[in-house]
């Protein structure tokens, strides 16, 4: 069957995500093809990707090695059953992301998103502490501003008032640490100075309900979808020494920082910081195929492999945890981050970036610029009376200019594919400057 590249006439029935629905259906944006660092309009125009998709397509579009990977894998062998079953792929992602890994981490658990990854990561945190005769340990500590996925225990960590303000009173036995996006720090390039204090409020949850209450504590490393907020200097080095100290597992939640956005495999080598987990999706297959993962020390592992050798030791998994299709998709991309040394490609683009950026300090609107790796926000002031307004009205007055960009609040964030060149920075960072000269 031929499918229609062109705009549908009925756009009703497909209910579309984290979309103003309506707006969009009286005047669609359609995306139809994609190759290297553009996208291909409906209507024939060539947009820049400002964002690698939803911060995932790290590898650039239409990749080869992934694109045959595919394709093989599908006529070889599209499905085997995920649970008691086995097929080799999987296993063979599970190693190759292992070896790209930071040291500590031995074992992965797969899953389809970095919602389904964080759920998985939260699960094993209660379980682990169960194992280990800490059963006690079933709180759970997140962040203000922390964004952690769709599903309830992960909306329930994050920090987002609009999940407290749709879907109710959440899962009990929660807290929150205070958000580090702090006015000091306005205009810093890199990690800012200030901050690092904001730790110490564990040690005050921590007193309030007692170390033997808490199983885990899980943070964004760098808070990507509320705006890009960066850890202060020293800030994640605290966290990790008073989790060990109180016997509280650290998860960093590295669905956007994984994969060289910040110029390392994973945010917790580049900030010098192990958690006991770390959960991840998006880079892992280039989005190519829906994939998460969650990364755990040898230390969590064992302590689920007791108990008679029939049994299952973790009560959970999905359907499709390790699809052999999405592992295929998998191994190729980290294949492709390996061979066209992507992320070091990130670590030596990210001054250019950043001075790019930085430029637009002078520019109309702009409050805050911030940046790491290849990530990079632009705060703007809001519309008095009509927040986040302003800052869609710059994100369709850039893809009116042939650049993607993506929009959180007022904030405008950008990602861009780790094989971006010098000259689409330049564009993308120009049309973005015109566009705020232009926006009201
Ligand atoms: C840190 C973090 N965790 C979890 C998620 C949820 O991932 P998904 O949309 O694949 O469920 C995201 C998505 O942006 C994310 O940034």
Redesign the pocket.
Known sequence: MALDRSTPNDLSAFWMPFTANRQFKKNPRMFVSADKMHYKTADGRSVLDGTAG??CCNAGHNSPRIVEAIQKQAGELDYAPAFQMGHPVAFELANRLRDMAPEPFEHVFFTN??????ETALKIAIAYQRAIGQGTRTRLVGRERG????NFG?ISVGGIVNNRKYFGTLLAGVDHLPHTHIKENAFTRGQPEHGAHLADELERIVALHGPETIAAVIV?PMA??TGVLLPPKGYLQRLRDICTKHGILLIF????TGFGRLGSSFAAEHYGVMPDMI?C??GLTNGVI?M?AVLATKEIHDAFMQGPEHMIELFHGYTYSGNPIASAAGVASLETYKEDGLFERAAALAPYWEDALHSLKDHPHVIDIRNEGLIGAVELEPIAGEPTKRAFSAFLDCYDHDCLIRTTGDIIAMSPPLIIEKAHIDQLIGTLGDTLKRID
Do not use: N, Q, R
């Not at 998103?113 to 964080?118: D, N, Y």
């Open positions: 939803l911060w998103s970095g919602s389904e990854s964080v964004y952690h996925g769709v992960g964004e990507g979808s939640d590295e669905v956007i959960t999706a998006k829906p998460g």
